[in-house]
């Protein structure tokens, strides 16, 4: 009778956890299987199995996803297998933290066989997180050390690290079937966070949602299951193809699809196989396998026991966070080689060798809490990032952000633009340099202008952000002395408009013409036609004109002079007080002008909300100033 991994959990939990034909067949573990383990303090500890054999660790990787502590299972009688040493050494990448090594078979081996079996362990733990984990040797078969065993699994698990409750769910999904009367469940350890019943869960990569319709743990119904359970989640209309192992079901908006990954990269000190610039490998993040392409940063090889920066370029797009954790395979033939943390999810396209990048994945791997938000603000300036966006990346909450801000020393790199969006002071001095630039070229070629138009300003400056957020980053420029900004114009500080004597000569004559002309001036074709040759100096003595509202530009032909423009508006005032409202007729006859001007007039207000209509008559919202004057 074999009596080894599988049969070990059978005798400590009851369960069977090979569930496949094949495997009881053949006698060995094909595919993970799960159990939870009923612990003498009462708790529940869930139980992952999975497979030994070199030709399955595709799915030993799905299973060793999330574990806490570990049982590394060696048989007494036969010692340490190849496939041992490459577990240990992708659960040391995993960066599992616990463990204990479980000696089974014991009642096979004699004294001599378990002294060397302890000595042969002994060599090969020594450097790894198990190099002084406790050796029980056990017996499926005749119960030796099962109590032992147990005793030590809750005494450890008193010590684990306990995982955030507070984060956005997230479960890495290890299996998918279909139970009948429910629909499709999916299976695997939670990660992080609180899943409830009647919650919407993403389905990533991708963008489907679902509605968590029942949930289990250790096979038994509950509303809410907690970080590192097992957990069995029904969701509602989803079918048992839109989802597979290697999906995560994590709360909506917390994760974000990536095909590329900032890694710090490290190869195992047993392999053979050198990775270099450019190789294909085979990934395993989560419950994921994927192939990729290995970018090295700073260096044109790795060999054993080494480590670099590097970026992973995938096949297919994945869902990932900063800190966590992955294991790399060589192409063929394929065997384990390395693996590492990640150290940003979702990064821009480096080039090899580029100080910059590298100096921002070492600050993303060594720096602090503080040099990290600084870094994080100052790559994603341009999209304007907000705080939350910002913590997304940081793989943290708005509450440890604004946290971590208060602890900065040198706040002054950070500029908050309103209440949300965050920039770095290096963005702001690019902008201001292109800003500059902008409106010094504008006032060349519009020298009689009090300013670009806001509106042209932002689109060049700011193409696609919103509009509050940019007004804001120009009322900073203001406020820093930089530029001026008059109505819908902006100008540069300094900036003055000076008029040549041609100038002066237009301005005055067009003066005359409209502080004469009274409410029946001619079109603006016909005053255009007086100035012949100088068309393009009229231009911009009319548009300056504009600027300073001495003009009122009433329709693209009529413009009326400001002191006529006051009057007609005092008349609509005299006329309201005296009839209630305003009819065209009634201000055609005070103004003693014709039904072209005064409708033009009329058209204006109504258009700039000084009157509002109703019919054939208007009446004064007062919200002109003139009017108050």
Not at 340 to 357: F, M, V
Not at 554 to 561: A, E, K, R, V
């Amino acid at each position: 009778m074999d009596h080894g991994k599988t049969c070990l959990i059978q005798a400590l939990t009851g369960i069977d956890t090979d569930r496949l034909a094949e495997e009881k067949k053949r006698g060995i573990t094909i595919d993970i299987g799960f159990a939870f383990l009923d612990l003498p303090g009462g708790e529940k500890a869930g139980i992952v199995d999975v497979p030994g054999h070199e030709k399955f660790i595709k799915n030993m990787l799905a299973g060793a996803s999330g574990m806490d502590m570990v049982l590394l299972v060696v048989a007494a009688d036969e010692g340490v297998m190849p496939q041992t040493r490459e577990h240990l050494g992708i659960l040391s990448l995993l960066d599992v933290k616990n463990g204990i090594v479980v000696l089974t078979k014991a009642d096979l081996a004699d004294d001599e066989m378990m002294e060397f079996v302890r000595y042969d362990l002994a060599c090969e733990l020594k450097g790894t997180f198990l190099e002084h984990a406790p050796v029980i040797p056990v017996s499926a078969r005749t119960g030796q050390g099962m109590d032992e065993l147990k005793n030590l699994i809750a005494e450890i698990t008193q010590g684990v690290e306990q995982k955030d409750t507070e984060k956005p769910f997230r479960l890495p999904v290890d299996r998918v079937f279909v139970m009948e009367g429910f629909g499709t469940v999916l299976t695997g350890t939670l990660a992080e966070g609180r899943i409830s019943v009647g919650e919407e869960a993403a389905i990533c990569p991708g963008s489907r949602t679902a509605k968590v319709r029942k949930i289990q743990v250790h096979g038994q119904n509950t509303d809410t299951a907690e970080a590192g359970q097992r957990v069995a989640v029904n969701l509602s209309s989803v079918k048992k193809n839109e989802v597979a192992r290697g999906d995560t079901l994590a709360a909506p908006g917390s994760m974000e699809d990536t095909l590329m990954l900032d890694v710090k990269l490290t190869l195992i000190p047993g392999t053979s196989r050198t990775v270099k610039n450019g190789s294909t490998l085979h990934l395993y993040h989560g419950t994921r396998h994927m192939l990729c392409k290995a970018v090295l940063l700073d260096r044109d090889s790795l060999q054993a026991g080494e480590s670099g920066y590097a970026q992973i370029r995938l096949n297919e797009p994945i869902a990932a966070k900063r800190g966590d954790h992955f294991v790399v395979r060589f192409y063929s033939p394929v065997e384990t080689v390395g693996g590492g943390a990640i150290l940003e999810a979702n990064p821009i396209k480096h080039k090899r060798w580029d100080k910059a990048a590298l100096h921002s994945l070492a600050v993303r791997e060594n720096g602090s809490l503080g040099e990290r938000i600084v870094q994080a603000v100052l790559e994603d300036s341009p999209k304007l990032p907000d705080t939350g966006r910002i913590a997304r990346r940081l793989y943290i909450t708005k509450e440890e952000l604004a946290a971590g801000i208060k602890k900065i020393a040198d706040l002054s790199e950070l500029i908050w633009i309103g209440d949300k969006i965050i920039v770095h002071e290096s963005y702001m001095a690019g902008l201001l340099k292109k800003m500059t630039g902008q409106l010094a070229g504008y006032h060349a070629q519009n020298p009689l202008q009090a300013g670009m138009r806001r509106d042209e300003l932002r689109g060049r400056l700011l193409p696609g952000a919103e509009l509050a957020a940019a007004d804001s980053i120009l009322k900073i420029f203001a406020e820093r002395g930089v530029i001026r900004l008059e109505g819908q114009r902006a100008a540069l500080a300094d900036f003055r408009i000076e008029f040549t004597d041609a100038q002066k000569k237009i301005r005055q004559a067009l003066e005359e013409i409209y502080a004469g002309g009274g409410y029946a001036v001619p079109n603006l074709d016909d005053v255009a036609v007086r100035f012949g040759k100088e068309k393009e100096t009229f231009r911009q003595v009319l548009g300056s004109m504009l600027d300073e509202k001495v003009l009122v530009c009433l329709s693209p032909q009529i413009f009326l002079h400001r002191d006529h423009f006051r009057g007609a508006l005092l008349a609509m005032r005299e006329i309201e007080d005296k009839n209630g409202a305003i009819s065209l007729g009634s201000l055609r006859d005070s103004l003693d002008t014709s039904r072209k001007y005064v409708y033009a007039f009329l058209e204006y207000c109504d258009r700039s909300n000084i009157t509002k209509r109703e019919g054939d008559l208007r009446t004064l919202t007062g919200k002109n100033s003139m009017i108050k004057e």
